[in-house]
């Protein structure tokens, strides 16, 4: 019910919706239509009101909510569920269990603080409460092993172009993994997958995008590496001018991501490479890679259709990388 209250509120556009109205619109008392008004206040909502004329809402706080993502999403099956958490260890963890114990393609774990998030390799990614978007999607691709980078990539493309289309920011896509904005990272992407014999059993697509979080957010190492949107915009001085919600976010996210995964399940890679290739701040660059543990410096020239990086080496070899790092 609160959250039919507040979608009328939305719809009137900051303007007045009577107490008398709202209650014969939604079948239920005033004094019910209050107490859902209060709650809604306690959540963040401000909703001034006035004796004669009504309530009328004036700010929404940046809050996830689970019901919303899933009633508006644009996507068919991504976010068809939606699990949220205020605090959890990893959301890839959790989508992980659901997984394994059979859940939805396509179901979307969210979380507003992880206590033990997780990078690639045992690294460790940092989150503060509320700040950033904590989210793992469950996927079951047809793909083959060989070919999962490409998952990593269509998450990369859907969360530029989501940044680019409501936030007007250009973000760069750094191999194999990162999103960079002002040449820091802004967001990772963990790509994990359960294997059974050779195949794929399921994908737990994890994306963390740091939005809210101010310099301090972040630990000390992390000071020079890290960004988030709200910085960038408030050093170009947009911030007030252009209103950000995670929730939005996630909508287009996911939305943009289906619509790149019906790609890839009908075995087009190719649109995926060509899209992250558009944005990649990688390929042209030097680049200091680790092949079987030797290091090889050279030139990033291009990307396979599986994502491989290809690279033009010093010694006059070229070499494909599948994973790893890359030392700029
Ligand atoms: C990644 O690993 O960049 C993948 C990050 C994936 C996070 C999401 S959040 C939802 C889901 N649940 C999880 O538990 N994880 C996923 P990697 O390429 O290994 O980079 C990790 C490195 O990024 C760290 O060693 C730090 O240097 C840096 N880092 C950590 N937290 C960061 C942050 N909030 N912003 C920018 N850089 C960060």
């Keep these: 019910m609160k959250n039919k209250v507040l979608k009328k509120l939305k719809s009137a556009e900051g303007k007045y919706v009577s107490g008398e109205q709202l209650s014969e619109y939604l079948g239920v008392s005033r004094t019910y239509i209050w107490k859902c008004i209060k709650e809604l206040r306690e959540e963040g909502y401000v909703i001034e009101s006035s004796p004669k004329v009504g309530y009328k809402l004036t700010f929404i706080p940046d809050i996830i909510n689970s019901k919303e993502i899933m009633t508006e999403r644009e996507s068919k099956i991504l976010g068809k569920n939606v699990i949220y958490f205020p605090q959890i260890d990893s959301t890839n963890n959790y989508a992980k269990k659901i997984a394994q114990e059979g859940c939805e393609e396509g179901t979307v774990v969210i979380a507003d603080l992880q206590t033990s998030g997780r990078g690639r390799l045992g690294r460790k990614w940092s989150s503060k409460n509320k700040k950033g978007i904590l989210m793992s999607v469950v996927l079951k691709p047809e793909i083959s092993i060989e070919e999962l980078q490409i ?58 995008l740091n939005v809210w979080h101010e310099k301090e957010d972040f630990p000390d190492e992390l000071e020079e590496k890290a960004t988030s949107l709200s910085i960038y915009m408030k050093q170009k001085s947009q911030l007030n001018d252009i209103i950000i919600r995670r929730s939005r976010l996630i909508i287009r996210i996911l939305y943009k991501l289906e619509e790149l995964y019906d790609k890839i399940n009908k075995g087009d890679l190719g649109s995926i490479t060509t899209l992250w290739k558009k944005y990649s701040v990688t390929l042209g660059r030097e680049v200091l890679i680790s092949v079987k543990g030797e290091q090889h410096s050279g030139i990033a020239i291009d990307i396979t259709n599986e994502g491989k990086l290809v690279v033009e080496c010093t010694d006059g070899s070229r070499k494909e990388v599948l994973s790893g790092e890359i030392y700029v």
């Design 151 to 208: 998952i990593t990539l269509a998450a990369s493309v859907a969360v530029v172009e989501t940044v680019k289309e409501l936030i007007g920011i250009g973000l760069g896509v750094k191999w194999p993994n990162d999103i960079i904005l002002d040449g820091r990272k802004v967001c990772g992407i963990l790509t994990e997958a359960s294997m059974e014999m050779d195949k794929i059993n399921f994908v737990v697509l994890g994306i963390g």
